[in-house]
């Protein structure tokens, strides 16, 4: 299957002699076309400078975003970042990155609706034993290499570094929508995790809290440690980590989460007596 989208001086003379009525007949209308011409360009420019944001978004439907790039669901669809199972009780399920844990998922039906978006390090989608054949196709100005296996379709955005697999009936309408990050998506969340230990004669993991900031807003919040392990999720941004272990000092730790991807933390090292 192929998807293809394409978008698609003066110079000077001699007036002749004129009688008055004549010459003054040219100046009014030199004088109409040269405001014409100082009014008229303004319209197309401002509409070139308008990007075409929603255009691979149906009405009704929700743009949600990661890696560069965006993906939209109806509003009914359930969207699970890191997600495991899809939910039974709506039409459809959009995951976006890499499921943190293995489960047991119910039985797949065959009106199952599901659709992934997540990193991925291979450069060309794998059959997966079916021997389907990979196709190179253009899904809104990106290059997309896009391969039926016997699971369903899969593609891959070699620019991005992504893969996008559907399965269902629904799946290959909601993978049409594939497109550049646009500010009118939502940007999925990401995850932060990382460790905290107190630094003494041996490395003692702490328990306790970490206060993490926004740098953009200063808004703060705390997380637990257990056992020097903690994790957090959030609005992609940057956010300073301030770890807490009795008296001893803590530096500041800077990390910036990405949209649905896990990020690891410098770690939190407290210095103790």
Not at 244 to 258: E, F, I, K, Q, S
Request: charged letters at 15%; a positive charge.
């Amino acid at each position: 299957m192929t998807i293809a989208e394409r978008r698609l001086r003066s110079e000077h003379r001699r007036l002749p002699r004129f009688d008055v009525l004549v010459l003054t007949s040219v100046v009014a209308a030199v004088a109409l076309v040269v405001v014409l011409f100082s009014v008229l360009p303004l319209h197309p420019a401002r509409h070139a400078a308008t990007p075409p944001t929603t255009s691979s978004i149906p009405s009704g439907w929700v743009a949600h975003s990661a890696y560069g790039l965006q993906i939209a669901a109806p509003k009914a669809w359930s969207v699970q970042v890191f997600g495991q199972c899809p939910d039974g009780s709506k039409p459809g399920t959009l995951f976006i990155g890499t499921s943190q844990f293995v489960d047991n998922c119910p039985s797949y039906r065959s009106d199952t609706n599901q659709v992934d978006m997540f990193r991925s390090s291979t450069s060309a989608p794998s059959s997966g034993g079916s021997g389907g054949v990979t196709h190179e196709i253009r899904v809104h100005g990106l290059s997309v290499k896009s391969t039926r296996t016997y699971a369903g379709m899969v593609w891959v955005i070699p620019s991005k570094q992504v893969t996008l697999s559907g399965l269902g009936p629904k799946a290959l309408s909601i993978m049409r929508t594939l497109a550049p990050a646009t500010r009118e998506a939502i940007p999925a969340t990401g995850q932060v995790t990382g460790t905290e230990h107190a630094e003494a004669i041996i490395q003692v993991p702490v328990t306790g809290q970490v206060t993490v900031k926004v740098s953009a807003s200063g808004k703060t919040t705390t997380v637990d440690v257990i056992d020097g392990q903690f994790w957090f999720l959030g609005r992609p941004g940057q956010y300073v980590l301030v770890g807490h272990a009795g008296d001893a000092p803590c530096p500041p730790v800077t990390v910036v989460l990405r949209s649905g991807e896990d990020t690891n933390a410098p770690p939190i090292q407290c210095q103790g007596e």
